[in-house]
């Protein structure tokens, strides 16, 4: 079965410090990536993606992540985090057309 | 262009109680799914569907149907309600041009079971 592993689950950061979540999957085919941001009392909304090609995606908001084959690894990073980053941040990885599976989430407080 | 809608957005139900949460989008999306949010937990797939007419089961399943006679529409139906079931519900759409992209969830529903 698939999984999705987020090292961290409560990440603290001032203001201008860089930011770097991590994100490995176990998955034995093809997979689409995504990172998946949740503003405090909103809905999903994605941040990135990464289906082929270029294994450094870059996301809205100033955001990137890279994908790493080897290391079933797909972490997401921003080099200065701002206090309106704050949210609630979810790796996902799901096969072509069948079951999406997300990490438990990751919190980010940054401080102002 | 509504996007995903998703009705109603607050729910107490008593155990033992049946219920439907509605979903529904008008995008004309092939893929929806259900969620439910638990803290800590992410977001955990309850049933998904690809197209009318078939559906899946997902990683949690149990107490809960789903059927997809439309493109648009995707209940969640709770047969029996329990405590456990107690979370917050969040239905989502994508298209299937390159297997399944963004996924566009709705506002949510938080359901409580006494």
């Known amino acids: 079965a698939q999984s999705v592993s987020q090292h961290n689950h409560h990440v603290i950061l001032s203001e201008a410090a860089s930011l770097e979540l991590g994100c490995n999957y176990s998955y034995g085919g093809t997979v689409n990536l995504f990172w998946y941001v949740q503003y405090p009392g909103q809905h999903l909304q994605l941040l990135l993606k990464y289906f082929s090609g270029d294994p450094l995606v870059k996301g809205i908001k100033g955001f990137e992540a890279e994908f790493i084959k080897s290391k079933f690894s797909f972490n997401l990073r921003k080099p200065s985090v701002q206090w309106s980053d704050t949210a609630e941040y979810f790796c996902a990885v799901i096969p072509f057309a069948g079951k999406s599976t997300f990490g438990d989430g990751t919190t980010l407080t940054v401080k102002p | ?114």
């Open chain 2, 1 to 114: 262009n509504a996007g995903v809608t998703q009705t109603p957005k607050f729910q107490v139900l008593k155990t033992g109680q049946s219920m439907t949460l509605q979903c529904a989008q008008d995008m004309n999306h092939e893929y929806m799914s259900w969620y439910r949010q638990d803290p800590g937990m992410g977001l955990r797939l309850i049933h998904y569907s690809v197209g009318a007419g078939i559906t899946d089961q997902g990683e949690v399943p149990n107490g809960y149907n789903v059927s997809r006679s439309t493109t648009e529409d995707f209940p969640l139906r709770l047969l029996s309600a329990a405590p456990s079931q107690t979370s917050v519900y969040f239905c989502a759409s994508s298209s299937l041009l390159a297997g399944v992209s963004e996924q566009f969830f709705g506002p949510g529903t938080r359901l409580t079971v006494l």
